[in-house]
């Protein structure tokens, strides 16, 4: 049986188009067409909304395992405030609690009109729910430890969970966390790791934290302080991250066939020039609301728009967001930045889905794409979500 959607206005995923319903069969999209207001009674089992109908949205960076931590830490402290918060508290709750906060937020994000994930993974605790989730996650499994004697035992704990994954019909990449939390030794594990998928997708950290930048323009940094004063690190366990820094970041760019810089709050322009040569193979991940809530401060996207399309959003989790919703984060670039909401809508949508490389069935309203879609409203600069259509 076919079902015709009508709104008063389409968006297909990168741009709004004369068409304004689509006609659906068994989930998936068979035509996009026009039909005027006197042509509705031609169509049997159509149903008329009076707004705006985008394709799902695609979450490009979350960390779902961390959903116990909604509302438990104090924002606008920094990057060492947060960690402080982290270490403080993430012990502080029980295996129930977690599955619990697991299970309400992967809902909630569906609620929110999310269809698609790129998730952060540093253990096994979201893989019973991903697997009977309607969202469809590709895992970034995460590595990350600064001690070279304990680097082989760390990696094939993350492999363990790389291969849970995977053999759990899940998508999963194993990713470097940043440019200053791997030991020597573990960037040469990460190196000579040959990933199973057949496309290997990267996701980073990168320039997110003002302690970060001061790393990457100088050898000192409050960052490397922490580590000394919080784990008794040497500076001669650390003096990689100086020497290193640029040598790893050119390595992550060369192995994946294309790659995510994640938060990007303190990129320069002078950064934009030592990237150019991978210019095509970079999506710029922007999260402005953890940014707000660590940082206190928001990337400059219009430097960024400046030097690439490909800009796709995330939320960051819950211990630096108050929500998982992709709609809160285009308003908040809607309010501080020059961008129309036809740009930051193709973020949320087509572009989050190339950068996780599943554009063959999310991110567009075209014939043969998922039949998962929103009803929006846009106002005053100003979008808002107001049924996520689903079948």
């Known amino acids: 049986m076919y079902r015709v959607i009508k709104a008063r206005q389409l968006f297909d995923g990168e741009r709004f188009v004369p068409e304004n319903a689509v006609v659906i069969k068994d989930n998936k999209i068979v035509e996009v067409v026009h039909i005027s207001k006197e042509e509705e009674a031609q169509w049997e089992n159509i149903i008329i909304y009076d707004g705006i109908l985008v394709p799902g949205f695609v979450n490009t960076h979350c960390h779902l395992e961390l959903s116990y931590l909604h509302q438990q830490f104090e924002s606008g402290g920094g990057m060492i405030h947060f960690l402080h918060q982290m270490f403080d508290k993430r012990h502080n709750f029980s295996q129930q609690q977690i599955q619990e906060a697991i299970t309400h937020w992967d809902k909630q994000m569906y609620n929110n009109g999310i269809v698609a994930v790129g998730d952060i993974v540093n253990s096994m605790d979201t893989l019973h729910i991903k697997k009977n989730s309607a969202i469809e996650y590709i895992n970034f499994i995460e590595i990350f430890g600064l001690k070279n004697n304990n680097a082989e035992a760390l990696f094939n704990q993350y492999l363990e969970v790389y291969n849970s994954f995977r053999s759990n019909g899940l998508k999963a990449n194993v990713v470097p966390h940043s440019p200053y939390s791997l030991s020597k030794e573990l960037w040469s594990k990460y190196r000579n790791f040959k990933d199973a998928s057949s496309v290997s997708i990267g996701s980073f950290h990168f320039m997110e934290s003002r302690v970060e930048r001061q790393l990457w323009d100088s050898h000192s940094s409050e960052l490397m302080d922490y580590f000394v004063n919080k784990f008794r690190y040497t500076l001669k366990e650390l003096e ?89 984060e285009m308003n908040v670039i809607l309010k501080h930045f020059d961008v129309s909401a036809e740009e930051v809508l193709k973020w949320a949508t087509s572009n989050g889905a190339v950068a996780l490389g599943i554009q063959n069935k999310y991110g567009y309203i075209q014939k043969n794409y998922l039949a998962s879609l929103n009803l929006i409203e846009i106002k005053d600069k100003r979008i808002d979500l107001v049924e996520s259509i689903k079948y």
């Open 240 to 328: 990689h991250l100086f020497k290193n820094k640029k040598e790893y970041l050119n390595f992550y760019l060369q192995k994946n066939d294309w790659s995510l810089l994640v938060h990007n709050t303190y990129l320069q322009e002078k950064d934009l020039d030592a990237l150019s040569t991978y210019q095509d193979k970079i999506f710029f991940c922007l999260c402005p609301n953890a940014n707000l809530f660590i940082e206190n401060r928001l990337p400059n996207v219009l430097l960024i728009k400046s030097f690439t399309d490909k800009i796709c959003l995330g939320t960051d989790s819950l211990a630096s967001n108050y929500n998982l919703s992709i709609v809160d």
